[in-house]
């Protein structure tokens, strides 16, 4: 169900009006699921949501707008994406038990400049008898309903996963995520990409964290990542 609520209202404390969507269905007639609403960090036409579908084949994007004193409208579309498939569990350093990845939903959605920008947790095979887990991460122009950019972040032997990215003020974007190996116990890394880099690449990761021992559970369902008010910092939390 989705839920859409008179901002306004909220914020000078009447009483709150509010419009339910219910069952919301991917093109191909599967329910949608993981449905990520994006982060707003100006003010936008519309308000835009985004969810990975079973397929794998692509994402579905909502569009929430709303005229002065009518009820708000809800359009979906699909976008087509590189193909991608459910993540492995990760093997890690010392220890047969393995972290559990969970499923391809989408980590989070930022929308800034024109552009929504999300990653998620895929299978990536890089040439060997096995597969790791990657991040897929995304940008795409909402209005036009295609991807500007994308690319698949990892490296054989490791596994890269539960990213969450973010945007700032001069187009350039942070993403934040958790890696692990047999080689070394989960740890917490940071890449990105400034607005000039060459398309579909992002910059070699930075090491945030490195945990003391090896997981005995799940690691972690979500990465977080927020602006400062200033813009001077962004601000992550694993």
Known sequence: ???????????????????????????????????????????????????????????????????IRQAPVLTRRFVPTANYHLPPDAHQHSTGIEIEIGDARLGNVVFRHGSLWTAHTVAANWGEATNTTAIHWVQINPRAGCVVQQGV????????????????????????????SEYETPSIYFTGRRAADESGMLQPSELLMRSPASAFCQWSNFNGAAIAPDESEVWVIS
């Open 153 to 180: 972040y990892g490296a054989p032997r490791r596994h890269y996963f539960c990213p969450a990215v973010m945007v700032d003020g001069e187009a350039n974007m942070m993403m934040v995520f958790n890696r692990v």
């Open 1 to 67: 169900k989705l839920r859409v609520l008179n901002l306004r209202e909220i914020e000078i404390g009447s009483v709150v009006h509010g419009w339910d969507f219910w069952q919301l269905r991917n093109a191909d007639g599967t329910l949608a699921f993981g449905v990520q609403p994006a982060v707003n960090l100006r003010a936008a036409g519309a308000q835009y949501l985004l969810n990975a579908i079973a397929s794998g084949q692509g994402v579905t994007q909502w569009t929430v707008t709303q005229q």
